[in-house]
């Protein structure tokens, strides 16, 4: 064999062997592209973006699936879910899915968080249990996550014009709490760091 046809053998054996460990890699390949606004592995850092590591895999695959579709209201999520396929979008979820969910700690106001509590009992803790920390029914859980990111989607629970996966519940809980009731609930669960 000359030294051409060595090359050649190494560089197809290199690629052969690469591939797969380059394709196993895909997810978090492109799950740091979020990194900017979702922080590293998805535990963002900043109070209106959302904690996406460790949601549930169903979730965050239907729901960039649907701000692709144009079918689930947002601000740019609409325009950077389109340059992906599904494939690409089930690797992501994949992703942040099998990462640590990484709770934000908050400062409370325990007067405050005790009237969230007595709201949560009564109106949110049968879908959204263990104080906001259960992912039962594929939801995200509210438990330790931003409190700007928690007010921004209790809003949009009351626009009629923002087009979101909430259960049609949520839209009559949430157009009938006060702003301090709103305000309590966002406490509340931004204080359950578990």
């Known amino acids: 064999?000359?030294?051409?046809?060595?090359?050649?053998?190494?560089?197809?054996?290199?690629?052969?062997?690469?591939?797969?460990?380059?394709?196993?890699?895909?997810?978090?390949?492109?799950?740091?592209?979020?990194?900017?606004?979702?922080?590293?592995?998805?535990?963002?850092?900043?109070?209106?973006?959302?904690?996406?590591?460790?949601?549930?895999?169903?979730f965050i695959y239907t729901a960039m699936q649907e701000f692709r579709e144009g079918t689930r209201s947002s601000t740019i999520m609409g325009r950077i879910a389109k340059g992906y396929n599904d494939t690409q979008l089930a690797a992501m979820s994949d992703f942040f899915a099998s990462q640590k969910w990484v709770a934000a700690a908050q400062p409370a106001d325990q007067a405050v968080l005790k009237?969230?509590?007595?709201?949560?009992?009564?109106?949110?803790?049968?879908?959204?249990?263990?104080?906001?920390?259960?992912?039962?029914?594929?939801?995200?859980?509210?438990?330790?996550?931003?409190?700007?990111?928690?007010?921004?989607?209790?809003d949009t629970c009351r626009d009629t014009g923002w087009k979101n996966r909430h259960p049609n519940a949520m839209t009559v809980l949430c157009n009938d709490l006060g702003a301090e009731d709103v305000s309590a609930l966002v406490q509340f669960y931004a204080s359950q760091n578990k």
Request: charge should be positive; charged fraction near 15%; proline fraction near 4%.
């Open 115 to 154: 009237r969230g509590e007595k709201l949560h009992l009564k109106r949110c803790e049968a879908c959204h249990r263990d104080n906001g920390a259960s992912q039962a029914l594929d939801m995200q859980p509210l438990a330790g996550q931003w409190a700007g990111y928690l007010r921004i989607y209790m």
């Open 1 to 58: 064999m000359n030294r051409s046809m060595w090359i050649g053998v190494l560089l197809a054996g290199g690629i052969a062997f690469s591939v797969p460990a380059h394709a196993g890699d895909q997810g978090a390949m492109l799950g740091n592209t979020c990194a900017g606004c979702h922080g590293l592995k998805g535990a963002s850092a900043g109070e209106t973006m959302p904690i996406i590591a460790g949601l549930p895999r169903d």
